[in-house]
C-alpha cells in the first residue's frame, strides 16, 4: 500500500487536524531523510500546487540570489540588480500590461532578464544612462512574461525556473 492509498483509505472524513498531523509526520519524515536537492523539489512542487504557480518572497529571493552577470571586464555583478522597493514599485506601474503575473514573478522576471541581457544592451546601446537601460529591462520583462505561447501558460516565471 502506497501512502497516498494509506491516507485516502483510512483519512477520509477524519477531519482537518489529522490531516495536519499525518502531514507534520510525513514532513518530519522527508526533512530527516531525504538529500536537500530532492527536498526543495518536493517543497517546490508542493507549493506551486497549493500557490497556482506564482512566486512568493522567500522562493523569488531564493531564485534571485543564483543570478549574476560577468561584464566585459571579466567582474561579476550578482542580482538583485535593484533594491526590492524600487522593483515593487516598478511592478504597480506595469502590472496592468501583466495581470496574470504578481509581483514576485515579476521581481524574478526582471532581474532575470537583466542578468541575460545587461551586457547586450550595453554593447547596443553604449550611450545609454541607466534610467534608459533600466526602462528597456522593465519593457523587455513585460514582453517576456506577456508571451501566449510559452509552454507555462500564465505561470510562465514560476514555470521557467522551477520546471
Sequence with gaps: M???????????????????????????????????????????????????????????????????????????????????DTILNIYEDVKNKIPNYNCWDFYVALNMVASDNWCLLNKWFPEMDDEERDAKMVEMTVNWLDDPDNPFGNEKAWGYFNH
Design 2 to 84: 502506497t501512502l497516498y492509498d494509506l491516507f485516502k483509505k483510512y483519512g477520509d472524513g477524519k477531519g482537518e487536524t489529522m490531516m495536519w498531523k499525518t502531514v507534520s509526520v510525513v514532513s518530519q519524515s522527508v526533512e530527516s531523510g531525504m538529500p536537500p536537492e530532492e527536498r526543495d523539489r518536493l517543497k517546490k512542487k508542493i507549493y506551486a500546487m497549493l500557490s497556482g504557480g506564482h512566486y512568493e518572497k522567500e522562493f523569488a529571493m531564493e531564485t534571485v540570489d543564483g543570478m549574476y552577470y560577468i561584464d566585459k571586464a571579466g567582474n561579476e555583478h550578482r542580482a538583485p540588480f535593484w533594491d526590492t
